[in-house]
């Protein structure tokens, strides 16, 4: 029985729902659309059933004809489709459980739900699809219900800003993704995803085709250079953050690359291109993440740190090792992201220098941001370690030990940032004046569901890991990056719990380096300049020549007949003697030229 | 008998004091009578020219029927019911703008 099509169609019947009517159903819009993601998590449940059973891949019908080939509604019926299903309707069901007691008091309530099942519909529409023309539609949707949300409360001019930020960034890497898709096309002749295994074509052609379709990989996954759209997202609600900005559509990107692997695969060049960005993003956002004062910003750095080490594991030719960290972290970035909602919630302030012992007043939020932390860190046994082993444990396998330095490295960076997160908010004394007060159950509960899965969700890696045998040396590795987690996490340690003076004046002696990771890199900077005020110079120079020059030729035709027309307007003077006196004139003129005087 | 140039000059000077009348007049009434000494003018000229054609001074054939004066009549006439129209008009205006001043009327411009 083919029902993997309807998945979508239920969190979209909410979003027309709530569109419509959503101001006249008050709260009953937030259950309907935790009730319709429910539906589809069911639903994605039946499909695994089914496809364990042997059910697979099918179409609903041909929808285009495109020089003679068919185009499919076609849906993917595999383990990467089923396993993105499942997170998405998943984390989808208890964010939106979460933000119920989140967005309580907002004016636009119902609309923000409509939103979030507009995006429910678009993702999971987006890992249903088979070929890139469907995929590109839901790839669009998700995009445009990400800047939807991020600029939800757009009286406020950054949110607003960053609405707009991230549409038009994502957009370059969309341009890209665009083109590559129709170079595919038009030298392979298939926009199926079946068909990858067996493209015949020109190399240069296929590599590029491939390296432009991950340049929306690059836009969609905020991976290095069109990652600065990722932390402005920010000023968009938190359980946004958590679901679109970190667990599900910033994934989009990795789901992609996963899913046009064998066309990576197939030319070394692009693969290259995949591993070297995600390895850029990976260190570069860590890098930043260790200084940034912003809770929800240190996050974000860290997301596009956490999806260039998906990139990276792609890259370096381990498909299983990057889809397994984009599960795993799916589910502890949620919930990270979903504590920290909770914190500012509470405390209503975002920089960490003025927050600090929460702990003892936000003992759920507190735990559960705990494990999450100790997930992203990579301590075992939590979901974050065994992913993370996994990517370098491909990495070095593979012979790139550059990329494995950078990995690791990545991860020291990682484990030292989330203690430093941790200490800062939950322990030590407070800061400034804080109120804290524990959550209301409804965001609390989803917290302790996602941490439950953030502990755990490793576990259906690793088992399957031992059973292939094809990972030699694990033990070593698995050591290896537990040492390295430990080290991050005692360092942090070291630096805010005890204070020890060796480090302090250490980070004191560097103030240039921590100026240059304050201020990302300069790289906002670097695009005003380069990118943003030269093609703003450009709209300006182009809006000058249609006023000045279009409009002026208009103008000007207008501008000449009027002044004729005012010069010839006054030889009607309407008094009949002048015109009389012309006439008598004119008649002498032609007698005189009669007569050839 | 009196010769052609002397008809000729008082026509013209007749025409020349009723366009200068016509031109300068700001009565409409004023305007009407230069209008008469025009035609008036042609008339002078219509009869002397069918009274001298044909005769010593080499001006062509002499008409067998004399048409300038029934040309002088048809125009007098026609005068007469110009005048008509003409008065009615200044009547009405006058009606209009309580006034005979031609510069008053311009309603035509703008």
Redesign the interface.
Known sequence: MHIAHYIPLFPFLAFVINIFVGRRLKIGSAYLAVGTCVLSFLCSLKVWQGFLQGERSYSLGTWLLIQGKPLDFGIIVDPLTIMMLLIVSFIGTFILIYSIGYMHDDPRFSRYFAYISLFMASMLGLVLADNFILLLIFWEGVGLCSYFLIAFWHERPAAAKAGIKAFVTTRIGDTGFLVGMLLLFFTTGTFHFSDFQFLRGPEPVLTLAAILIFAGAIGKSAQFPLHVWLPDAMEGPTPISALIHAATMVAAGVYLVARCFPLFAAHPAALQTVAVIGGISALMAATIAVVNNDIKRVLAYSTISQLGLMMLGLGVGGLSAGTFHLMTHAFFKALLFLCAGSIIHAVGIQDIRQMGGLFSKMKVTSVTFCIGALALAGVPPFAGFWSKDEILLTAWNNHHPVLFAVALLTSLLTSFYMARLIFLVLFGKPRSELHAHESPAVMTIPLVVLSVFAALAGFIGSPLKEATGAYEGSQVMMLASTMVSLTGLGLAYLIYIRQMALPQSLLMSCQGLKQLLLNKYYIDEIYEVVLVKPILRLCQGSFSFDMKIVDGLVNGVANVTQFCSGVLRRTQTGLVQNYLLVQVFGVVLLIMWLLKI | MIPLEHFCLLSAFLFCAG?YG???RRNAIG?LISIELILNAANINLVAFNKYLGTNDGLGQAPTVPSGQVFALFVVAIAAAASVVGLVLIIAIYRHAKSLF??G??????
């Open positions: 366009i016509a031109l300068t305007i031609t510069e009327f311009h309603l035509m411009k703008e």
